[in-house]
């Protein structure tokens, strides 16, 4: 009898909004179309390392196409490359590459599918050249892929963003305050820039554009002139004044990504109050941008990436992300989006579109 072929999915990196309409997409074509027995890693590369999987049926996908997060579990702290072992002092860091490989290749995959962010397809792709098949599936609320015009999950956190802003609308009106919404996206202000223009946002500030406050100040006195009393600001964490430095929440020194961004909004906050005489608050918006069901535009385009994974596994298409160009799939090469985040270009047209409504990007 001809021996089925294997595949294994494994998520890590930050959950959001359609990993799970990924899984189920890759899963469900796999077995249907090619008979493909599919086993999910759990918790990310930590799974490799300790060899935890669990078998997918078809079953065991079936209505999770709605279910935010990963039923696999996932986790920023398990780079097989630089695997942190201990804490505090005690805090160091050994190669398991070598492990996972070796690991990988007892399971006799086709090929492994690795849905993640930078962080999780950098070393996808350090795994492919030290020749595992891989196929990568973008996945980031922070859309800051290179290679690809969008990942799943951007959407969501965009729509949820949104709604936070279109909510603190009320209050700035009826008592007269500045209200800041500082919203996620690392060191890229793609969620800051989508939900602020979706938002009505009088200013946005994003990582790519240093703010000056005198600039803000200015903005927010010439609306109270013309007989708006509020503002609403949208301060990606990522942000930071001119010749100033970003506000770092902590430093997880084990996590595959350190730096964990945020605090900005309360900073701009007590300055806006300095060089005006606004009321200003500051909300958060936080890991609720991440959590939920997915949008059925992030549903669409998870499915849509995970069936043509699938189709890059039978045509051997492997060290490879499925990204999208325009209304196209294409396959981007991982060395790419290795190569670090997706800036919002400052000729983007949406940064033009705003700014010819007097839309403030604090410069
Ligand atoms: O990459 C997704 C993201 O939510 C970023 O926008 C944010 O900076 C970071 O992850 C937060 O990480 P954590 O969940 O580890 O606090």
Known sequence: MKKRKRIAILTGGGDCPGINAVIRAVTKKAIIEYDIEVIGVKDGYEGLIENRYRKLEYNDVSNILTLGGTILGTTKKANPYHYAIGKGDRLEFRDLSRVVIKNIKKLKLSSLV??????????AYQLFKDEIPIVGVPKTIDNDLKGTDITFGFDSAVSIATEGIDRVHTTAESHHRIMIVEVMGHHSGWIALYSGVAGGADIILIPEIPYDINRIAEVIKRREKKGKRFSIVVV???????????????????????????????????????FTEFDTRTVVMGHLQRGGSPTPFDRVLATHLGTRAVDMIIKKEFGYMVGVKGNSLVKVPLKIVAQGPKKVPLIHPLIKSARSLGTCFGD
Not at 240 to 260: A, F, L
Not at 267 to 272: C, D, M, T, V
Request: hydrophobic share 35%; with cysteine.
């Open 236 to 274: 990606s964490e990522g942000a930071r004044p001119k010749g100033g430095k970003v506000v770092i929440q902590r430093i997880v020194e084990e996590s595959t990504d350190p730096v964990r961004l945020g605090g900005i909004g309360f900073a701009l906050g007590e300055k806006i109050e300095e």
């Open 114 to 123: 690795c849905i993640g962010g930078d962080g999780t397809l950098g070393i």
